[in-house]
């Protein structure tokens, strides 16, 4: 009997302590749209005043969830060692601060606060978006018309975004813009350009290369912040961000994505 138990507390150890050695550092990316309308995408949502009291209130809901993941570290969209991050968010702690209508201060700087975190961590890093090129070739090899659907295509899956904001909450808005279905499309917006291009000029594969290159650069910042197996980052991005982040992550065999729709399951 002495030997069945002991046999039974060293296989339960045993098990314990493989499931601690597998351990990896989850990630979960939140896709959001440009809160303070900056106009700094090809298409942009018009987003309504953050600020007012009814989205207040759901920005409270949105950090409630976002709370679910117990985030170690969150992450934010400006640029990475920024001093200015540093100084607005530290004198926000102290009530010094009032916050914008930047998504980077009423997600980032509001959950971390309620988190109880001491920093966050600015992780943008620029990159070239060579759209112009894309254009000139399309003007010189007569696919103009080809590029105008593009970009109509673009500019119709921006007013429908932007159509669901203004009749919905802020949170339900970003599981609709976080969910799968919605982040393949995005991304299939990009490889739209590839046929844009030749042997002699892979004008729209080279946008997509530079558009890989700035985000796989993001995701290394991301990657510099864990320090342990338990660490848990919420990055919140550009949505245009999402899918690239989220596959860099899912290519990464050291680390476990997490999504929203995980942490917003309702009865």
């Known amino acids: 009997m002495r030997k069945t138990l002991l ?21 979960l990316v939140l896709g959001t749209y440009h809160m303070s309308n900056p106009g700094h995408d090809v298409f ?6 953050v600020l007012a009291a009814k989205r207040q209130q759901e920005i409270t809901q949105l950090v409630e969830v976002l709370k679910k993941f117990h985030p170690t570290k969150v992450a934010i969209e400006a640029g990475v060692g920024s001093e200015r991050v540093s100084k607005e968010y530290s004198d926000y702690l102290a009530g ?12 980032g700087y509001r959950a971390a606060k309620e ?7 600015p992780i943008d890093i620029e990159g070239d978006f060579p759209l112009p090129h894309v254009t000139n070739y399309a003007k010189a090899n007569g696919k103009t018309e080809k590029l105008d659907a593009i970009e109509a295509g673009w500019g119709a899956q921006v007013k429908q975004q932007d159509e669901f904001l203004h009749s919905h909450t802020v949170l339900e808005t970003l599981e609709y813009m976080n969910a799968d279905a919605k982040a393949s499309e995005d991304m299939g917006a990009y490889y739209s350009l590839v046929p844009l291009g030749d042997p002699d000029d892979s004008a729209g594969a080279d946008l997509l290369a530079a558009w890989f290159q700035r985000n796989i650069r993001i995701y290394q910042n991301i990657v510099r ?25 899912l290519n990464d065999p050291s680390v476990k994505l997490r999504k929203l729709a995980e942490f917003t399951t309702r009865p």
């Open 225 to 249: 912040l864990i320090d342990s197996p338990k660490e848990k980052i919420l990055v919140i991005y550009g949505a245009g961000h999402l899918a690239w982040l989220r596959q860099d992550v």
């Open 44 to 49: 942009n949502m018009k987003a309504d005043d």
């Open 96 to 107: 010094k601060y009032t916050l914008t209508a930047n998504e980077v201060d009423q997600i």
């Open 115 to 121: 988190l109880g975190h001491s920093a966050v961590y």
């Open 7 to 27: 046999a039974f507390a060293l296989s339960t150890l045993s098990i314990a302590s493989q499931a601690q050695s597998n351990a990896r550092p989850e990630i």
